[in-house]
């Protein structure tokens, strides 16, 4: 058995939670049957009660699995042993979560036989909750694992905001969302909604999974590159664009609808592994000294995570750009995709390399709320201001004309980003210096 | 068996090791001194593959640290400054634990965890939960923790502090008995009277920087501290001294001139032949032991001067 399974396990399973979980199920399902003997009391109950016992409880016991070792401080001794960061994720993830899955099975054994459905709606039924349920597991590991990444000893904020959300949009819908007539349009083709969101939900599933145990390896300390990351990318990419609806459109022919959504999906992933994973001058001493000794594998490793995504989201901004028809690359028409992508694209570069700036230049507090604030000042306060003040002409300067003029934007912010740049590399260079000066302490 | 090259690692704005070079060999126990700041943790963590340093090699039973942390762990333990345990397990447990987690094998999990438990003098505690045990009783666990596995290097960080005298004197004689076993220790401590008790060799760190490894015993033999004193006065006594080649540290304490010898004991005596030869009338003349604690505070003074 997987160690860490088997340590979880002990940890979590005791025979009072084995009799007391099923007993308070089916009573609670016994209790609705007398007030409602339809069953679509129970049938709902159990569901709600599958979800939050999952998602919720399962959630929470999944990212305590690492941050309970930060607090109890035996992270090391986790960290110092042979198991592999996959075999350690899974272990995690089946182990520490085990008493919820129990219960939220006797909920789902509970909907199942009063639901009254034909076999296969159940198993797609089944097959989607329990995706999901793994789905949001593994993101709290990997908030876990990002805030412990950043000495924060706390899951990161983000993951708990998507799966709370997941959650808010799922108890309401849930009984919608499973019902077995309903369709959607993929990539133009009618596809029944159900088995389609259960395969989606595994999928996603599976990639998260995959992105925890990427997570794991980083707080192993075990060298990753960023191919998952792009490769994830893609995989969004594609999903996002089955639902766009434009492919027929002439002016969008499918491969240049999908570079775009590439382009905007790179672009979201960017900011959130900025935000998650804040590029430090280390990583980026340890970057530059890989790429000095022409050993690209290691720098590859040690980029920041945000600027391989970053990379990629500016290269299908040039590339959506370039697929564009001549007509287009003007500023008339509002439908300029390619420009407006890499204007987002060169923003999203603005903004994260400013959050590095900060990383390098601020002693006292959190580089992300000084990012956030500047970033407001900058595409808020700034170009709100100035109209008031008779200085209408300089807010392109802040805030670009993304769809009336995006060739223009692409020119401001290509100067934003090289002023931010100029500010990173002479911040770099002072603590390069810094420390050239002091070796030692 | 540990061999390190240029390894340098940064926190941002401080150069924590800079450019350390070193070799350990099997079956030693290396003492890891240096003020606090030096840099001892960092090091250690680094050889546990625990962090990632921002340049240099790392090689342990020649499997490269920094490329291959995982199976390198295999071969490694480590004992941290701020352990802790698994609380709400048994002692029998936290074993089974590590010791499966470091790929011991199923069948010999529970002989393992019963002869390492003895060793360390917890056998009788293997079904009490590691919650319920003393602070001494839990560095004993912990320390089962890091060598249950059999690793050829145990890497150990102030493995001694928060123990009574008792346990110290017990915690010595496990590291002399792990050291016969064939296994190589980097003890790490501020308590230089206990790492003297079973320390082969020294390593001294400052500022990130290696000022000293050197062996113990061997260095004893050729390098010698003297006290020499005479009816003549000190003054005449340093000024005969400080004409031998030989010679070196010279400083006058009183009526006492101590210095280093670096010289076997036929030298020792051609030394004595000569001050005696000058017509001094010496009254004393000793090899005084070093201790770690001098010889530490000696390094370090040298390294100041450099």
Redesign the interface.
Known sequence: MN??L??NL??EVSLHKLLLIPALVFAAAALVHATDPTGIGVNKLAMTGFLVTTMVWGSRQAANSVLEEAR?????????????PWRMTWGKLLGATAMSWYAGLCCLLVFVGSGGADLRHGVEVTVLVLAVAVLTHALSLIGALVGLHRGEGLQSRFANLLVVGLLVFLLPNVMNLIDPKATLLWFETPLKRLPFAAVAATLFAAWAVLGATRAMSME????TRPDAWLAFCVFAGVFITGFSGVAPEPSLPLLRCLCATLCVTAIVQSYIAGFSYPS???QM??AE?AVAAIHYRRALEELPLWSVSAAFALIMGVLTAALGAAPELTNQRLDNLGPVALAGALMMLRDLMLLSYFG?TQRRGTPEGTAIIYIGILDGLLPALLPQIGLSSFVPAFWPPFFSAPLTAIVILSVHCAVVLFLALRAYRR?EA??NE???? | MIEVRGLSYEYPGLRALADVSFDIARGTITALVGPNGAGKTTLLRCLAGMERPLSGSIRVNDIDVIEEPRRSHRHVGYLSDFFGLYDKLTVRQCLRYVGAANGLAADALAATVADTAAELGIHERLDQRTGELSRGLRQRVAIAQAIIHGPTVVLLDEPASGLDPEARYALGELFLTLRRRGMTLLVSSHILAELEAYSTHMLILRGGQLVEHRALAQSLETTTHMEVRSLDGAASLGAALAREALVTELAVDGDTVRFTFKGDEQQRAALLHALLTTGLRVSHFAAVAEDLQQSYINSITRGQAR
């Open positions: 160690p860490e088997e340590r002990w940890l109890s401080r035996t992270w090391d001794i986790q960290r110092m042993c042979a198991l592999s192993l300390k075990i060298a430090d001058f280390i001493r340890r000294r390098m603590l810094g420390l002091t070796p030692g302490e």
